[in-house]
């Protein structure tokens, strides 16, 4: 059981928009800490996707985005693509149990 | 361009020993937190142990506490996790991340993958 909860899964048809929610808890999201997101293409290694909330590493598409609110943050992917299929995962600090994720989020483009 | 390549996953049997290498280029590797991050095979992303740039601070996911022991070699650009008393449940591929504390893995290696059965 993971200390950050995310879907097991969301899909959306190409073009469409979806969202994947993190729910943390007070010692972690809600305690402040930042908000990072991070997405694995099957059989390769987790690619830094969001840090701090809402900002993007060089090279990642306008079209993915995140915000963060109170205990929980939200990656928004806008103009889904085929190659946009993957699992996602978002990533805290937690004060009582150090870096944690969430259990990961399979996106499936129908 | 940062490299990370991890080395020295392998089948070992439970109780027995490991260790992890990984070394790091294209960056000054003295100025960053370093972690481990683990993946047990169908499962999701686990952090395991970071440690701080000069070795003073390192901290670890209670699963693993006092069995792992997360090092680093500035000189050598290198980090290590000595791996002991492996049990099943520590299968998984292991991943070198720089990045940790309070800050994000912004550069992950490939994996190792550890493979702990009779």
């Known amino acids: 059981q993971s200390v950050l909860t995310q879907p097991p899964s969301v899909s959306g048809a190409p073009g469409q928009r979806v969202t994947i929610s993190c729910t943390g808890g007070s010692s972690n999201i809600g305690a402040g800490y930042d908000v990072h997101w991070y997405q694995q293409l099957p059989g390769t290694a987790p690619k830094l996707l969001i840090f701090g909330n809402t900002n993007r590493p060089s090279g990642v598409p306008d079209r993915f985005s995140g915000s963060k609110s109170g205990t929980s943050a939200s990656l928004a992917i806008t103009g889904l693509q085929v190659e946009d299929e993957a699992d996602y995962y978002c990533q805290s600090y937690d004060r009582l149990s150090g870096s944690v994720f969430g259990g990961g989020t399979k996106l499936t483009v129908l | 361009e940062v490299q990370l390549v991890e080395s020295g996953g392998n089948l070992v049997q439970p109780g027995g020993s490991l260790r992890l290498s990984c070394a790091a280029s294209?960056?000054?590797?003295?100025?960053?937190?370093m972690s481990w991050v683990r993946q047990a095979p169908g499962k999701g992303l686990e952090w395991v142990a970071n440690?701080?740039?000069?070795?003073?601070?390192?901290s670890y996911v209670d699963s693993v506490k006092g069995r792992f022991t997360i090092s680093r070699d500035n000189a050598k650009n290198s980090l290590y996790l000595q791996m002991n008393s492996l049990r099943a449940e520590d299968t998984a591929v292991y991943y070198c991340?720089?990045?940790?504390?309070?800050?994000?893995?912004?550069?992950w290696g490939q994996g190792t993958l550890v493979t702990v059965s009779s």
């Open positions: 991340a720089r990045g940790g504390g309070r800050s994000p893995f912004d550069y």
């Open positions: 294209g960056f000054t590797f003295s100025t960053y937190w």
């Open positions: 440690i701080k740039q000069d070795g003073s601070e390192k």
